[in-house]
């Protein structure tokens, strides 16, 4: 369970932050864009690729995150596994 919040998680912040870049990027690829309405690209189509590739980048995206977070994890906690002290929830609670 705590794996899928993790992930779950990661998604949607990575979800919000591609929702405030790809009004941007709408922008910046107004060329693009109109190559592909000039050869027959719908609106619809258009904003499906868009979709997509948000959708691909946010996978991608949190897919590395997590890894590259659990990567830390266990090399944090491999050193500290060795060291004369460790913490628990009931040290830090007070």
Same mark, same amino acid.
């Given at each position: 369970?705590?794996? +899928? #919040?993790?992930? &779950?998680?990661? =998604?949607?912040?990575?979800? %919000?932050?591609?929702?405030?870049?790809?009004?941007?990027? /709408?922008?910046?690829?107004?060329?693009?864009?109109?190559?592909?309405?000039?050869?027959?690209?719908?609106?619809?189509?258009? +904003? #499906?690729?868009? &979709?997509?590739? =948000?959708?691909?980048?946010? %996978?991608?995206?949190?897919?590395?995150?997590?890894?590259? /977070?659990?990567?830390?994890?266990?090399?944090?906690?491999?050193?500290?596994?060795?060291?004369?002290?460790?913490?628990?929830?009931?040290?830090?609670?007070?």
């Amino acid at each position: 369970v705590t794996v +899928v #919040r993790l992930l &779950l998680s990661t =998604a949607g912040v990575a979800g %919000v932050s591609i929702a405030n870049v790809m009004p941007m990027s /709408a922008i910046e690829r107004r060329e693009e864009i109109g190559a592909l309405r000039s050869v027959g690209y719908e609106k619809l189509d258009i +904003v #499906r690729v868009m &979709l997509a590739e =948000a959708a691909l980048s946010d %996978v991608v995206g949190s897919a590395l995150g997590d890894a590259l /977070a659990l990567a830390a994890v266990a090399a944090i906690n491999a050193v500290l596994s060795g060291a004369p002290f460790a913490f628990t929830v009931e040290a830090l609670r007070g």
